[in-house]
């Protein structure tokens, strides 16, 4: 049996993970901001992974019992203009999505057992080209990559491995609260009215596409059990989005306009 921490773990993502986990004959630890559930078949810490304090707390909570993988699913998911969007937004973007993850993994290698697994859930976005007002998102994503793969060529040296899963849409609360946030961009934008218009239909018909938490989940597992992990995976990717990015650069920028002028 190993032990894998998981962050995020009241969240449709990281309780789908916990449960596949345990379901396996495995222990899973859970952090999270929110109060955890009454009763789960692994135990929920409340942390905030914005808060050194709450972080340290947390992990003297855990215990010295070594661990064998931490799997990071918390994060959020933000949509706006990139040159409207308030300070305080685009701060907590950076904080939850990428330093988080810094935090968390500083105070876990020290648990870590020979051979464990970093295992962080990015996005589909992450190695693309961003689009507009998805910039926020795609910005944390891609440099919390960037950060993944210098922790892998670190972590290496200590006998650990450090993977990425980059999903699309999944069907979590997360995609509720992103409609709600490109709603009220929509109507707050004083620079984009039309642009977000159209934009929020797009949105709106790839995030119909969403898989299930539990479809994330097994693939979580399967990477887990694989002996030479490769750095990156992927479920869900939009072909749209792909063919858009493997197009020139000059010919995307002209699509964007077009689609949402």
Not at 16 to 21: D, K, S, T, V, W
Not at 45 to 53: G, K
């Amino acid at each position: 049996m190993a032990r894998y921490l998981v962050t995020g773990a009241n969240g449709g993502m990281g309780g789908a993970i916990c449960r596949a986990l345990t379901d396996a004959g495995h222990e899973a630890v859970g952090f999270d901001i929110i109060k955890p559930p009454a009763e789960t078949p692994w135990r929920v810490i409340r942390a905030d992974v914005t808060d050194s304090a709450s972080l340290e707390a947390a992990f003297a909570a855990l215990g010295e019992e070594k661990l064998d993988g931490v799997i990071h699913a918390a994060g959020i998911y933000d949509l706006g203009s990139l040159v409207e969007m308030d300070e305080a937004a685009f701060i907590r973007a950076f904080n939850v999505n990428l330093f988080g993850v810094y935090r968390v993994n500083k105070l876990a290698v020290p648990l870590l057992n020979n051979g464990a697994r970093i295992l962080i859930i990015t996005s589909e976005l992450a190695p693309l080209d961003p689009l507009p007002f998805t910039g926020i998102y795609a910005v944390t994503k891609s440099a919390l990559e960037k950060y993944a793969y210098s922790l892998r060529m670190e972590l290496q040296l200590l006998g650990c491995k450090v993977a990425v899963v980059r999903p699309g849409a999944v069907k979590t609360d997360m995609l509720p609260a992103s409609v709600g946030a490109l709603g009220r961009f929509c109507a707050g934008t004083k620079l984009y009215p039309v642009n977000a218009g159209r934009f929020k239909r797009i949105v709106e018909r790839v995030e119909a596409q969403s898989v299930t938490p539990e479809k994330l989940a097994g693939k979580v597992l399967r990477v887990l059990k694989k002996k030479r992990p490769r750095f990156a995976y992927s479920i869900n990717r939009n072909p749209l989005l792909l063919m858009l990015n493997a197009l020139p650069r000059r010919m995307q920028f002209w699509i964007i306009r077009k689609v949402l002028s």
